[in-house]
């Protein structure tokens, strides 16, 4: 085991190179340099088009288009996997005017990116500032975009379009140079297949090992956010991240404790997930957490429905009511589903609930330390408020702390 800085640390499980739990990267850019201010259009599927000047890759692209409330956090929020797909309208009206910080080494956690790679298919923005200022700033976001094949568009009312989608609903979109026509451009389109090949770039290829302490946790990686791992890392205990598609049950014998991170998709699209879940829940002393997709899963799991938001929740402003103790957090969030609390079994109860919608924003066992939440506590971006969260799991993983390989020898795995 390595024996330098936890957050710089990850070694691979059986020895296979740290480049394997890359998620994939987006195709290169079409043209060195990007778009250069040419006019753009966002178009979306009831026939709502919207004109601006293109900035980063000149390329077409499709996708769920979706809205971020947030006023800052725009690299944190570009690099978080649950956009993978989407094209991304950030409704604060002034954007990049802190830039972007240096490209951090392939398999690094270093902060403030959620990810190697930008993962939206496109980004929206009312104004683009060019002219920014930042003491670490080496780039600006258009070049970024640029670098990573990504197309932008400025010049929009984005307040007109966030007003479009919450009548109306999440839509899907096409993002092209105003050169192409319609039907070019959906020919053209670059896309991702939202019920398979998405949870495929997301995941990592194999399980990588970031040692902390002495304490194990199992992470789920559905597309999960570096911060998810810093949080845990800086709390003394080491992470197992494993793609979803692994033998969970088999990892989980080597921890003393599961998270199941975020995400982006329907989790329904999930079900060899759920059930890998279910058998993890069988196991009645492992201590189980989920976080936002997380939640979702280990609700479909414990045996709950889940559902489509209209537009979903998106921001770094979303009020949260503890219903044991009645206190309220503001959070971070990024999800266009949520758990039907109606649906929820015996032995389930609703957690947190949504102070704006009323919607569950958590769920929790009677009987064993299985729990989840639909915010982030770990925000990047946004408020800390609910990062003791990561304090009460771990207490939880401490009181329970059983031999590793004990729960494997009960289920015969």
């Known amino acids: 085991m390595s024996s330098t800085s936890p957050i710089a640390a990850q070694e691979p499980v059986a020895g296979e190179a740290c480049a394997a739990h890359e998620r994939a990267a987006p195709p290169a850019p079409a043209a060195e340099g990007g778009n250069d201010g040419d006019e753009g259009m966002l178009r979306l599927e009831d026939g709502t088009e919207l004109r601006g000047r293109g900035f980063g890759a000149a390329v077409p692209v499709s996708g769920e288009v979706v809205f971020n409330t947030g006023m800052s956090g725009y690299v944190e929020s570009l690099t978080d996997p649950s956009y993978r797909g989407q094209i991304l ?31 939206v298919q496109g980004l929206v923005v009312q104004n683009l500032v060019h002219a920014h200022s930042h003491h670490a700033a080496r780039r600006s976001l258009a070049q970024w975009l640029a670098a990573e094949g990504v197309p932008g568009l400025t010049g929009v009312d984005t307040r007109t379009l966030t007003r479009r989608l919450r009548e109306h609903g999440t839509m899907r ?26 949870f495929r770039l997301v995941a990592p290829q194999v399980p990588v090992l970031h040692e902390g302490g002495t304490r194990r946790i199992l992470l789920v990686d559905v597309g999960a956010k570096d911060h998810i791992v810093r949080s845990l890392l800086m709390r ?20 003393d404790g599961v998270l199941i991170g975020n995400g982006p998709g329907d989790p329904k699209d999930l079900l060899p997930l759920v059930a890998q879940v279910r ?33 979903g929740h998106r921001g770094v402003n979303q009020p949260v009511q503890d219903q044991l103790t009645r206190r309220c957090y503001i959070t971070s969030q990024n999800h266009g589903y949520a758990v ?62 059983r031999p590793r390989g004990a729960a494997a020898g009960r289920d015969g795995h």
């Open 340 to 401: 039907d609390d109606a649906s929820l079994p015996a032995g389930w109860e609703s957690w947190f609930v949504n102070v704006n919608d009323g919607t569950n924003e958590g769920i929790r066992s009677r009987h064993g330390p299985h729990f989840s939440v639909q915010f982030h506590p770990e925000a990047s971006p946004g408020p800390q408020d609910t990062a003791f969260l990561f304090d009460d799991f771990l207490g939880v993983v401490a009181a329970t702390s």
């Open 173 to 198: 979109g096409w993002l092209h140079p105003a050169t192409m026509d319609a039907a070019h451009a959906a020919r053209e389109a670059r896309a991702v297949e939202m019920r398979e090949e998405l």
């Open 279 to 311: 058998r993890l829940l069988a196991q009645e002393s492992l201590p189980i957490f989920g976080v936002c997709l997380g939640n979702q899963l280990l609700a479909l799991a414990a045996g709950a429905d889940t559902y489509k938001l209209p537009y």
């Open 89 to 119: 309208v950030l409704t604060y009206p002034l954007v990049g005017n802190y830039g972007v910080p240096a490209s951090r080494q392939p398999g690094s956690l270093a902060p403030p990116y959620e990810a190697d790679h930008v993962q």
């Open 236 to 255: 003394g205990a080491s992470v197992l991240r494993a793609p979803w598609h692994a033998d969970l049950v088999a990892l989980a014998a080597q921890c």
